[in-house]
């Protein structure tokens, strides 16, 4: 058996909880999911943490499977919770608000983002927030890179033709399907 | 290579990934160029740009709200499970087979000690290896002597003589069944919740499914299944009574065979159906005529499928 002081995984998992949460709140808009998906990715990476390579990047082992399971288990559960559909209603500004209220225009970014479909997001956050290149946002998602390019795209359009509308500049209308 | 770009539609991805720098360079270079003096294709980029957000910093916020506590909570619920699975996997595989063989042994005689139990534990554990030895040494002594007496030079095919691991097996199963009777199985469970959640534990140490179907079986009352220990491999033990009177096993160990079809023998006056499947070795044994425990064997091969 795996000597459990030497699993990379266990010891490597506590400091990878905020990032975590974060992107399962991106994902679910749901603090109490977040919650559970973040339980669940941890019983999942130490079930498998003799896949895991040791020097390779825990983090994004970990959000690979924190989005395998998000596909296939817990999205079904948000929807039937949601009484069909994902609302967007509860926020990532939700409690916090007040605590970087001091920068407004910090809130409107993440106000913008979680406007955006839930694909999108996730691809934002694994790109522009955690760093990750295509190819390893592709893999993350279990997408084609085409896929993570033509989210990103979408998601740029959105949030520019929301900045432009807020200017009263020219519009454009701008697809922003998944 | 600015040809390759300039012969096809500059497209949003391309220009997304010119903005992220996810281009090589021949690709910026000539992405760089088709910009030129293509004004509709700077416009898309400037709009692309005009959607650039101080993302880590915005990002940097939410993280500040992680319920740091609570995940920590939630991360030590996850190992606690995580070691319960692991101890309870383990457990599992040890008690399965110390249990069963002790229950067995206390139901054969109720009035003996717990050391009269253990001591007959370690013999019912051990007993197959002499038998195996016994089994090999005698048929190389007929192979060598068959050799010797036929004074010919070619050496004895020693591997033909001696049993095959699954011939070893059968008759260890046969020999074992020989000593059952109707009173054997007498105190057998018979609540269907109980050997339902019994095939269920044995499938599990055997590592293969054992479907509540092979329990129904027209004309043979199932009384209950055990896991015994073959070598190192776990051996399970289905067993049932025929017109409440003959006991009859249905037996299944994991021993790497080629798949065979039924097939008949004889062994410690028992008759013998056995096959093989996807590595497991299965058989049928019981003091009946062929023909019905053949039927039996057949219901029973239907049902694991």
Redesign the interface.
């Known amino acids: 058996?795996t000597d459990?002081r030497q699993n990379p995984v266990?010891s490597g998992?506590?400091e990878l909880?905020?990032?975590?949460?974060?992107f399962a709140?991106v994902l679910s808009h749901n603090?109490e999911i977040a919650?559970d998906l973040?339980?669940?990715t941890?019983?999942r990476a130490?079930?498998r943490s003799e896949q895991f390579q040791e020097g390779t990047h825990l983090d994004r082992w970990t959000f690979s499977i924190m989005a395998s399971l998000w596909k296939n288990e817990l999205r079904a559960e948000r929807i039937r919770r949601g009484g069909g559909f994902v609302d967007a209603e509860e926020v990532?500004v939700s409690?916090?608000a007040e605590?970087?209220e001091t920068?407004i225009?910090?809130?409107e970014?993440?106000a913008?983002?979680q406007a955006l479909p839930e694909a999108q997001r996730s691809a934002?956050?694994l790109?522009?927030?955690e760093?990750l290149?295509?190819a390893e946002a592709a893999a993350t998602l279990e997408v084609p890179i085409?896929t993570i390019?033509?989210r990103?795209?979408a998601?740029?359009?959105?949030?520019?033709?929301l900045?432009?509308a807020e200017d009263g500049g020219p519009r454009?209308q701008v697809k922003t399907g998944q | 290579m600015t040809s390759e770009v300039n012969s096809r539609p500059v497209t949003d991805e391309m220009l997304v990934a010119y903005v992220d720098g996810e281009l090589t360079q021949n690709e910026r270079t000539s992405l760089e160029a088709a910009l030129e003096g293509n004004q509709e294709l700077r416009a898309r980029l400037a709009l692309l740009q005009d959607g650039d957000r101080p993302w880590a910093e915005a990002f940097e916020g939410l993280l500040d709200q992680a319920p740091v506590a609570e995940l920590e909570a939630a991360f030590a619920a996850a190992a606690h499970t995580h070691a319960e699975q692991i101890q309870a996997n383990q457990a599992r595989a040890d008690h399965a087979r110390a249990d069963q063989a002790r229950a067995e042994l206390v139901q054969a005689d109720p009035t003996e000690t717990t050391d009269q139990v253990a001591a007959k534990d370690d013999a019912a554990r051990s007993w197959w290896r002499p038998a195996m030895a016994a089994c090999i040494a005698v048929t190389l002594m007929v192979g060598f002597a068959a050799g010797y007496g036929t004074n010919q030079v070619q050496k004895p095919d020693i591997m033909a003589a001696v049993q095959t691991e699954a011939e070893i097996w059968r008759q260890a199963v046969a020999d074992y069944q020989a000593l059952y009777t109707r009173e054997t199985l007498s105190t057998a469970q018979t609540d269907p919740i109980a050997q339902s959640a019994g095939l269920l534990r044995v499938g599990e140490a055997l590592g293969l499914a054992l479907p509540d179907a092979v329990s129904q079986v027209a004309g043979l009352d199932y009384k209950r299944a055990q896991i015994l220990k073959f070598g190192e491999q776990p051996l399970a033990q289905l067993a049932y009574l025929y017109q409440d009177d003959i006991p009859i096993a249905f037996c299944i160990v994991r021993l790497d065979e080629a798949d065979q079809a039924a097939t008949n023998e004889v062994r410690s006056g028992l008759n013998i159906v056995h096959w093989a499947k996807d590595g497991f070795s299965l058989m049928v044994v019981g003091d009946l005529p062929v023909e019905e425990l053949n039927a039996f064997a057949r219901e029973l091969e239907g049902k694991m499928i």
Do not use: H
């Not at chain 1, 909880?17 to 974060?22: A, F, I, M, V, Y």
């Open positions: 058996m459990t266990k998992l506590p909880l905020s990032r975590l949460w974060r709140m603090e919650g973040v339980q669940a941890c019983l130490l079930q990532l409690d916090g605590k970087i920068n225009l910090l809130t970014v993440l913008e983002v934002v956050l790109v522009y927030v760093g290149t295509y085409g390019m033509s990103l795209a998601a740029r359009f959105k949030l520019a033709a900045r432009r454009r």
